[in-house]
DNA sequence: ATCAAAAAGTGTCAAGTGGACACTTTGTAG
DNA sequence: CTACAAAGTGTCCACTTGACACTTTTTGAT
C-alpha cells in the first residue's frame, strides 16, 4: 500500500477558476464527452478542473498540478476554500460513467479540497483541448448541470469571491498591469453585481493607497483617454488582511 | 473495498476548541500515554481531537462524532476552516509509535480536516478520561507540543479565531446565557490579545444591536454590581455575516 | 455610622469616513 | 467644427471613531 507517487483513491482537488475580461466574469470548466451505451451518443459533462492527489505531493501541489494538467494554466495563485466530502455527492448516471471509465475504484468515497483563484482570463492561454476533453470559459450566469457536487462548490466559491472582495482589494491579481479606473470599478461591479458610484470607486480606490497612477494613457479610443493605474503590491505584502472594519449600524458599506 | 461504515484510511478530521472560561482561553486537548519499547515508561503525546472519518458520514457529521468520543462534548457549532495534507506531516517518534498501536495502515497518507469552535468551557463537562486517553483544556500559552502538524493547525485556527471576531460579533454562542459588559470586554481582550477602551466597547457593542440589556444585576458582589445583557439572536440571523466595512486608510480599527 | 476598596458606569469633542449628487473636460470621428 | 462618448472632478451632511477622567454603587471592615 501507499506507493509513492501513487494515486490516493479517497482524496481529490478541484479549482474554482474565475475570468475576468470584457466585462464578464467566467467560470473554468472541463467539457468532457462521456460514451453512453444506450443512446450510443456521447453524452457532455460539465466539471470543475480536478482530480485525485498523489501521495507524494501536498494539497496545494496538487491543485498545481490537476490545473496545469487539465488546462494548461501554471503559476497561478490558488486558495485553498472549503473541503467537500458528502458521502452521496455521487448521483448522477453521467458521473458513474465517466469514473467508471477513468477509475480504478468508481465507488471510493471521496473528499476534495476546493481551490479558488481570479484571473484576468485574456490573459490566460487554454490549452487546446483534445476530443474528449477540454477547458471552456462559461459566463457565470450560464453556468450548466455540473458534475457531482460541482455546482455546490461553485456556488460557495462566488459567495466566497464577493466577501473577499469587500475585505481585501483583491482582484489586482487578475487585472492587466496597467488598468483604468473603469476597468478596476467595472470588476468590482461585475462580481458584486450592482452599481457603484464613480467618484466615491475613485476616491476610495486612489486614497487607500493601493493603486498608483501612471503617466501613461489610453490611446486609440474615441473618447476622452483614461489614466492608467497600477497595483501596489509592497503596499498589500505589508498590510496582509487586516483592512476591516465593523460597522456599527451593522450595515454592509463597502460600496454604495 | 468501501465496505459502508468502515473507516476512510486517508481522510480524517481534527477540532480546534477554544473554551473562554476565568478570563482565559484554552485549547482543548487529548493527553494520551504512549508505551515506549525503550525506556518502558509511557511518553505523554498530546494532539488535537481527532480521528479517520467514516465512508458513511459527511465531514461534518464525521466532526461532531469525533469530538463527542473523545471528549463528551456534543451539540457544538463546529465550523470548518482548513485542510491539512503535506505527506511529511508524520516526523516524531512517538506520532509513529501512536499510530502503529492505532491504527491498520501507519503509513497511509493522511489528509485532514480542520474543524475549529468557541465555547464556555465552565459550562462545558468533559468525559473523564481512561488511563490511556483524555481530554483536558490547555491556557493557549502553555500549548506543548503537539502531535503531527497539530501546532500548524492550532496556530492557524487562532489567528482566524482573531480574524473572525473582528468582522463577526461571533463569540455569544460560549458566553453565558447572561453576561455583563465586563465579561465581554474580557472575552474580546483576551482573544485580541490587547486593551480595549471601555467606553468606546460599550458604545459600539450597545449601538450595533447585537446585545441587549436586561434588568437583572449580579448580586453578591463586594462592589457596584454590574448589569446583565443577553445576545440578540435574531439580529445575528437576519444580518448574516455582512457586518464589515473597508477603511480608506488600510487601518485595523474594530476596536483601539 | 463611616470609610475604604473595587468595579461599574457615564459624555464630549475633534477628525475622519461614507454616501449622495451633476457638470465639465478631452479626445476621436464624421 | 460639431456631435459623441467616456473620463474626470468637488461639496456637503451625517455618522463613526478614538482619546480621555471622573462619579456611582455596593460590600465589608472598623
Known amino acids: 500500500m501507499s506507493l509513492s507517487h501513487s494515486l490516493n483513491p479517497h482524496v481529490s482537488v478541484d479549482c474554482v477558476i474565475f475570468g475576468f475580461s470584457q466585462d464578464t ?29 498523489k501521495d507524494s505531493e501536498n494539497l496545494n501541489q496538487a491543485a498545481d498540478r490537476v490545473l496545469a494538467e487539465l488546462t494548461g494554466l501554471k503559476d497561478i495563485y490558488l486558495q485553498q476554500f472549503s473541503a467537500f466530502g458528502d458521502p452521496t455527492r455521487i448521483t448522477k448516471a453521467k458521473d458513474r460513467a465517466w469514473l467508471e471509465s477513468v477509475r480504478q475504484d468508481p465507488d471510493a468515497r471521496v473528499i476534495t479540497v476546493a481551490y479558488m483563484s481570479l484571473i484576468d482570463s485574456a490573459k490566460a492561454t487554454l490549452q487546446p483541448g483534445s476530443f474528449s ?10 453556468v450548466p448541470e455540473l458534475a457531482f457536487d460541482h455546482n455546490e462548490i461553485f456556488e460557495q466559491a462566488l459567495a466566497a469571491l464577493k466577501e473577499s472582495i469587500q475585505m481585501q482589494p483583491i482582484g489586482f491579481e487578475l487585472l492587466p498591469e496597467k488598468f483604468t479606473m473603469s476597468d478596476l470599478q467595472s470588476l468590482y461591479e461585475t462580481i458584486l453585481d450592482r452599481d ?3 467618484r466615491n470607486f475613485r476616491r476610495k480606490m ?4 493601493v493603486i498608483q497612477a501612471l503617466s501613461e494613457k489610453q490611446i486609440g479610443v474615441s473618447n476622452k483617454p483614461a489614466r492608467f493605474y497600477r497595483f501596489n503590491r509592497e503596499y498589500l505584502e505589508e498590510r496582509g488582511s487586516n483592512i476591516v472594519n465593523l460597522r456599527m449600524d451593522g450595515s454592509f458599506t463597502l460600496f454604495n
Open 25 to 53: 466574469l467566467r467560470l473554468l470548466l472541463i467539457k468532457r464527452n462521456i460514451p453512453n451505451r444506450l443512446t450510443e451518443m456521447n453524452d457532455i459533462l460539465y466539471a470543475l478542473p480536478g482530480d485525485l492527489v
Open 133 to 142: 476533453e477540454e477547458a471552456v470559459w462559461m459566463p457565470i450566469e450560464e
Open 196 to 198: 457603484l458610484d464613480k
Open 206 to 209: 486612489i486614497n487607500s493607497g
